[in-house]
């Protein structure tokens, strides 16, 4: 892990002052890191953002009260969410938030049922 992915890190998760950070560069004599370290803020940022989003996929359109009923189900009512069509998808949904898959696809209902 490259000092300038630790800083960056701190930046993002910790919410460390960027200022501060400056500061710090420049008292150590590191400030040719600053180009590198925004780089890896700009792809952890990305990568939190789509962690804290949910995303469902379902093989139709779903109302707004379907989607705040898998809100519920993941714990965050407040999460913003996008939806993708998966025509290969016979029913339910799948979801993915917070490193976690929720599946409520009709295939592994299905799949359950013929494995017990």
Excluded at 13 to 36: G, H
Excluded at 67 to 81: C, F, Q, T
């Amino acid at each position: 892990m490259t000092l300038s992915y630790k800083i960056a890190k701190l930046i993002v998760e910790k919410d460390a002052n960027i200022d501060d950070v400056v500061v710090l560069l420049r008292k150590y004599k590191l400030l040719s890191l600053i180009t590198s370290i925004k780089d890896q803020v700009k792809r952890l940022g990305k990568d939190v953002n789509q962690r804290d989003t949910l995303q469902i996929e379902s093989p139709f359109e779903m109302s707004n009260e379907a989607i705040a009923s898998i809100k519920r189900i993941v714990g965050n009512d407040l999460a913003p969410h996008t939806l993708s069509i998966n025509k290969n998808l016979l029913a339910g949904f799948k979801a993915r938030f917070k490193e976690k898959l929720y599946d409520a696809s009709a295939e592994r209902v299905i799949r359950q049922l013929t494995n017990n």
